[in-house]
């Protein structure tokens, strides 16, 4: 979609980590053969799709990290955004709406299904992103005002 002179876009994905082992430490869990499949599975998707300079952003938990490692690509740590994280950090760590260009945040439910529902329906309520799934948001100014988009949400079973 073609933007008016002076609009600002931002996208924002959220890409929720693949399946992962149960364990008691849960910073340490690690995935899945299936999980391992899925992050995979979703990598190739998003990269083949994803938007010039993005700006990648994963908790510090291990099956995270072992997620968008399959990417292949450079990405931030920042331990504000683990599993205990809160909407308010996901929304520092990216930069939204104001940032330009384009950031990817892997992280965990329930704060990434609590994200995408404020951005979207304007209250946080617990929406659940399964494992593995991406939810790609846009936030574009159009005649002085600000629009949230939702671009795509798939779940990685859909690509298989």
């Given at each position: 979609?073609?933007?008016?002179?002076?609009?600002?876009?931002?996208?924002?994905?959220?890409?929720?980590?693949?399946?992962?082992?149960?364990?008691?430490?849960?910073?340490?869990?690690?995935?899945?053969?299936?999980?391992?499949?899925?992050?995979?599975?979703?990598a190739a998707w998003i990269n083949?799709?994803?938007?010039?300079?993005?700006?990648?952003?994963?908790?510090?938990?291990?099956?995270?990290?072992?997620?968008?490692?399959a990417l292949k690509l450079p990405f931030e740590t920042n331990r504000k955004i683990g599993p205990?994280?809160?909407?308010?950090?996901?929304?520092?760590?990216?930069?939204?709406?104001?940032?330009?260009?384009?950031?990817?945040?892997i992280g965990h439910q329930p704060s990434l299904g609590r994200l995408a529902s404020l951005l979207l329906a304007g209250t946080?309520?617990?929406?659940?992103v399964k494992k593995g799934a991406l939810w790609w948001l846009s936030n574009r100014v159009r005649r002085n005002e600000s629009q949230t988009v939702l671009r795509a949400m798939i779940p990685v079973e859909m690509l298989d």
């Open positions: 979609m073609p933007a008016f002179p002076g609009d600002k876009n931002m996208d924002l994905l959220l890409w929720r980590h693949a399946e992962a082992e149960d364990g008691e430490d849960d910073m340490k869990r690690r995935l899945t053969e299936r999980g391992l499949k899925q992050a995979r599975t979703m083949a799709h994803r938007p010039k300079d993005l700006r990648i952003i994963a908790s510090p938990s291990v099956r995270t990290q072992q997620t968008v490692e205990e994280a809160c909407v308010s950090e996901l929304i520092a760590a990216s930069g939204w709406p104001q940032a330009s260009g384009s950031v990817l945040i946080e309520s617990d929406w659940s």
